[in-house]
């Protein structure tokens, strides 16, 4: 199934594995997540439009949710931000990685996105 036509009801995800020992889970949301991408528009990401751009955080366990809705609390409290923060809090089902054109997206179109830079 191709999930860029928006048909699937998936999204497009980056699946992140990282020791919590190393890089808390609020560090990572707080300090990247949030910052990365804009959490305040609804199926949508610079010039990509559909529900699978959406802001989205998926959960593998109850401490990753309880951990994703404080940190989605802190964005919105941030002043980062001047829209509510849409970011969907849910669980992660399977991950499917992306056709071979997709991998490393940035390194081979170096004019890329312009949408994804730390704020």
Not at 39 to 56: E, F, I, K, M, W
Not at 93 to 104: L, M, N, V, W
Request: hydrophobic share 40%; glycine share 8%.
């Amino acid at each position: 199934d191709d999930t860029h036509d928006g048909s699937t009801g998936h999204a497009e995800a980056v699946r992140v594995l990282f020791d919590p020992k190393v890089l808390a889970l609020a560090d990572l949301l707080d300090k990247w997540f949030f910052r990365m991408h804009d959490p305040t528009t609804l199926n949508r990401q610079g010039n990509d439009v559909g529900s699978q751009y959406r802001s989205a955080i998926f959960f593998t366990s109850e401490a990753q949710r309880v951990a994703a809705e404080a940190a989605k609390v802190r964005a919105g409290q941030s002043g980062l931000w001047k829209r509510p923060i849409v970011t969907e809090i849910k669980a992660a089902g399977p991950f499917t990685p992306a056709h071979a054109a997709h991998q490393d997206y940035l390194q081979k179109n170096a004019g890329g996105y312009t949408c994804h830079y730390l704020r």
